[in-house]
């Protein structure tokens, strides 16, 4: 019987703990529930938490959970802001290179002024006295409004 060359042995081990390592960080960093629209999905993380205890005391708890203001329209687009956005946030808690408190960051900025402009359509409509190439930002105004 002829034994498997070296490298390919060293792949495979390789590749076994690579797998082995993702399947145990997805099922101990609770992945699943990222997949979903549940608000406490997004508590996972301690740091979080407190902006999640604003959400549930704030005025859009009924209204909206926090893929409606933080990711885009189309499910092809809000899974790929959601994988972005955890990979850079697993990223950054890992590493500890994040800003405290947190601060968003300008695509995502876009996407939850986008998402406040859609529901609130006819207000910011009236509203929108600037010129096309500096429109109204939302957030700048009302940056504690989805978190207390």
């Known amino acids: 019987m002829r034994?498997?060359?070296l490298g390919l042995f060293l792949f495979a081990l390789l590749a076994g703990a690579a797998i082995?390592?993702?399947a145990y960080t997805f099922i101990y960093a609770r992945g699943s529930s990222y997949l979903?629209?549940?608000p406490a999905a997004c508590a996972n993380c301690h740091i979080m938490t407190s902006y999640y205890d604003g959400w549930l005391k704030g005025s859009h708890k009924n209204a909206a959970v926090c893929?409606?203001?933080h990711?885009?329209?189309?499910?092809v687009s809000k899974y790929a802001s959601k994988a972005s956005n955890g990979f850079w946030h697993s990223f950054g808690f890992t590493t500890g290179r994040f800003h405290e408190p947190l601060q968003i960051?300008?695509?995502n900025q876009k996407i939850t002024n986008a998402a406040c402009k859609k529901c609130h359509e006819t207000i910011?409509?009236?509203l929108n006295f600037h010129s096309p190439s500096s429109p109204v930002s939302c957030i700048q105004?009302?940056?504690s409004v989805g978190h207390l």
């Open 36 to 38: 979903t629209d549940n």
């Open 3 to 5: 034994t498997p060359p």
């Open 141 to 143: 105004c009302h940056a």
């Open 124 to 126: 910011v409509e009236s």
């Open 105 to 107: 960051k300008s695509h």
């Open 67 to 69: 893929n409606d203001c």
């Open 20 to 22: 082995g390592v993702g």
């Open 71 to 75: 990711t885009p329209d189309g499910i």
